[in-house]
């Protein structure tokens, strides 16, 4: 007779595969999260500092927005071609108006971006004007004339103290000698206000750039290797906080029997409990930490889109100066032949904000202008964008085909708060936005008062801002009130930071 031999039936590949997790996962938990420890600490860390620094302990000055004293057409004397002329003056970008230590002056741009101011009455030019314009700002913002300026510095480039996210150049720093070291940042060529620090904010910002966006990696290598090396060990924390998952959470009963010591089982009994507690926490930090870092490879340019054109004098030499009442704001637009007054009229009580174009020939007003301006700087700034390359003249523009050349305009609107996709992030007000009909829904926010793409979003820029505001920022609970919503995201990044030294305890003791 012939034995008959059973046959195994072979193993399927998923059942391998989910033996190999089974036998190997507590193992990769433990790995992953030891390697990922070291930045695990250093983001959770800076991160619940956040809130403290900025919010919760953040020192004060007197004035956080720099209101201009108006200027009356009886302040203005002199009109602006004779001013020019007198001090032989032949081409210049732009002029305003500004009135500090009584008197009215002349801020006038000139062809190589320097800022000079002439007396409104008489012409006459104050000596390094711009620094003293930028003094007179900066002690309004202190709100104290005592205290010494130390240094005023003109930067035309972000530091390590005046980060890229202020947007403002060229900016002045005015550093003064009192108790609390502070720094004073001014930008002068709109009179606006742009941050200020002072010694605990200046630690803090060396904390943070060096701990949660790694900034000193920026002295041994580039931005990409940055963003990669970042990208990886995030990589790593969604990684161990999945396995984690499984085996704190899924696979428990298989990892708990056979385990001895009471140090080690009620450091394993708090490092599971508070890490299943957490783990949605660390995945979602991590996960929109990462999208965010990965949207830093295409560097943002914003910077260089800027419409700035020559003006001659002769072209303005016989235009009488428009009448000044209620204008918050004053500056000329060269657009194409024509040269306007662009004046800015603002009700600071309402907030409300009207821009309007009157044409230094014939004193006709332009209707619709700022909405027509901003088009006309959003197709320049889509063609530089296709030629990669400086802004050029107008004909060779038209030229260029962008995404938006043929596209039509859903919606046109002056945004004057920050709110939604145009965040306190993008720092520039008033701003015209530009909804295009296109397929990535291109919108172009304007500042037409320095003729200056703000910024430009698209589809996947909305996708990565809902991701970072809601999953990284808690914007989601912004309704509970910003105490209660960074509250909750500094404990749940404490949180993250104690199961994480709770795991290297574990690891610890097991070895």
């Known amino acids: 007779m012939i034995e008959e031999i059973a046959i195994q039936p072979k193993e399927s590949f998923k059942a391998k595969a989910e033996k190999t997790i089974r036998k190997n996962i507590y193992r990769w938990h433990r790995w992953l999260g030891l390697l990922a420890l070291v930045p695990t600490i250093f983001w959770t860390a800076s991160g619940v500092m956040h809130p403290f620094m900025s919010h919760w302990f953040k020192t004060s000055i007197a004035h956080e927005f720099f209101k201009a004293d108006p200027v009356t057409q009886a302040d203005v004397t002199l009109p602006l071609g004779r001013v020019l002329t007198q001090n032989k003056i032949t081409e210049f970008k732009n002029f305003r108006l500004v009135k500090f230590k009584g008197n009215t002056w002349y801020q006038i741009k000139g062809t190589e971006n320097k800022l000079r101011y002439f007396n409104a009455s008489s012409g006459t030019e104050l000596s390094d004007g711009d620094r003293k314009y930028a003094e007179h700002m900066a002690r309004y913002m202190l709100g104290d004339e005592q205290p ?21 150049l060229p900016i002045w720093k005015i550093s003064f000698d009192d108790g609390r070291q502070m720094d004073i940042y001014v930008e002068t060529s709109q009179s606006r206000f742009a941050t200020f620090n002072d010694r605990g904010r200046k630690a803090f910002i060396w904390v943070f750039s060096t701990f949660h966006n790694w900034g000193f990696m920026d002295v041994i290598t580039n931005n990409t290797i940055r963003i990669a090396v970042m990208v990886t060990f995030l990589s790593l924390i969604i990684l161990s906080a999945v396995a984690g998952i499984m085996v704190y959470g899924l696979m428990w009963k298989k990892f708990k029997s056979g385990r001895s010591g009471i140090q080690r089982g009620v450091l394993r009994k708090y490092h599971r409990s508070i890490g299943i507690w957490c783990s949605i926490f660390t995945f979602t930090f991590a996960l929109s930490g990462a999208y965010h870092a990965v949207q830093k490879l295409d560097p943002d340019q914003r910077q260089k889109y800027v419409y700035d054109p020559v003006i001659k004098t002769e072209e303005i030499a016989q235009a009488s100066m428009i009448d000044l009442k209620g204008v918050s704001n004053i500056g000329l637009i ?105 397929p990535d829904h291109t919108t172009y926010y304007i500042e037409t008062t320095t003729s200056r793409l703000s910024t430009k979003v698209e589809d996947r820029n909305r996708r990565e801002g809902f991701s970072f505001a809601f999953l990284h920022k808690y914007s989601g609970l912004d309704f509970l009130g910003k105490n209660a919503r960074d509250g909750i995201m500094t404990a749940a990044a404490a949180s993250v930071l104690v199961v994480s030294v709770l795991g290297l305890l574990v690891f610890l003791k097991i070895k």
């Open 148 to 168: 010494k300026i130390v240094s005023s510095t003109l930067l035309t480039e972000f530091t390590d103290q005046y980060k890229y996210v202020n947007r403002f």
């Open 334 to 438: 060269k657009w194409g032949e024509s040269i306007f007054w662009q004046t800015v009229h603002k009700d600071w009580e309402t907030d409300k904000t009207v821009v309007d174009y009157t044409n230094i020939r014939d004193g006709k007003k332009l209707e619709d202008g700022n909405i027509r301006f901003a088009k006309y700087l959003a197709r320049k700034f889509a063609a530089q964008e296709e030629r990669n390359a400086e802004s050029c003249c107008d004909l060779m523009e038209a030229q260029i085909s962008s995404p938006i050349s043929d596209a039509e305009v859903e919606k046109a609107s002056l945004v004057t708060s920050f709110a939604g996709e145009y965040g306190f992030v993008n720092k520039r007000l008033p701003v015209v936005k530009l909804a295009y009909d296109t």
